[in-house]
């Protein structure tokens, strides 16, 4: 039977491919204002990534379980009115935001491959403005330019709204005084800088979905890392850094690819690439 790698094995074949995706796959920020940048990373290392991220979040889960279990068995055993109850809640609400960061992990480990279907990209987005309203600060105004001509994408359409979700949940986040989110759907086909940078990228028909805030922006110190799981600028409690992460790969498994444009004080555009259904 093959003998599988320890995690110092792993962790190092990580960074050996992080270090090799700085020289080679990433392009350097420039010392504009304004950035524009590409999203490559390496399958192998996103493979390597993904293998040590669902290890470790299945034997974590296994320690929170218990704590979970006998938490919630101490807190049957007792009146609410315990001095000790409070302290028991606090335990059993920790171990569950731990357990949600496992899920995530496990999400992100498993890298599922879409179960695609001809689909319209603008039922998803409706539903996923739906889901947005639901939960969205009032201080945000959502707007949406809608291309009712558009042709279909042949996607998953669990996937593609966790994709997006994530991206437009990170752009609020970075609008905590208020702002303005734009959604522009359109017919579009990479020009010839997208179809050099990207492997998938290909002058043929795509669905283009432009997400855009008007934030604090993305400091070009750390545009390079926002696709790597676990890397967060925010609690780690609240966000713990996956979102984006599982977007680039939830939309590269469609065939797609991700671009962004940034601007510090003034806003950041998510260009989302998805083949158009042939």
Known sequence: MEQKPTYEEL??????????????????????????????????????I????????????????GILGYASFIKSLIEEENS???YVDTIENSASKGADITHRLLDFGRGE???????????????????????????????TH????????????????????????????????????????RRATPEEGLTKRFSTAIASSHVCISITDTGCGIDSEITERIFEPLFTTK???INPGFGLSIS?????????????????????TFDIFIPSHQ
Not at 50 to 65: E, T, Y
Not at 153 to 181: C, S, Y
């Open 50 to 65: 993904g293998l040590v991220s669902r290890r470790i979040a299945h034997d974590f889960n296994n320690v929170l379980g």
């Open 11 to 48: 962790e190092e074949k990580v960074h050996r491919l992080e270090k090799q995706a700085q020289r080679n796959d990433i392009p350097q920020s420039g010392s504009s204002q304004e950035e524009t940048q590409s999203c490559a990373i390496p399958d192998e290392k996103l493979e390597s």
């Open 235 to 237: 609690d780690k409690t």
């Open 113 to 143: 491959k879409p179960k695609c279907f001809p689909i319209n990209i603008n039922k998803i987005l409706e539903e996923t403005m739906q889901t947005l309203r639901e939960e969205n600060p009032e201080n945000i105004t959502i707007t």
């Open 146 to 185: 809608f291309d009712n001509d558009l042709p279909d994408i042949d996607g998953d359409e669990q996937q593609l709204k966790q994709a997006f979700l994530n991206i437009t949940r990170n752009a609020i986040e970075a609008m905590p005084g208020g702002g303005e989110l734009t959604f522009h759907i």
């Open 84 to 86: 000790i109850y409070k």
């Open 248 to 268: 680039y790969r939830i939309i590269k498994n469609h065939g797609g690819f991700l671009n962004f444009k940034t601007s510090v004080g003034e806003g950041t």
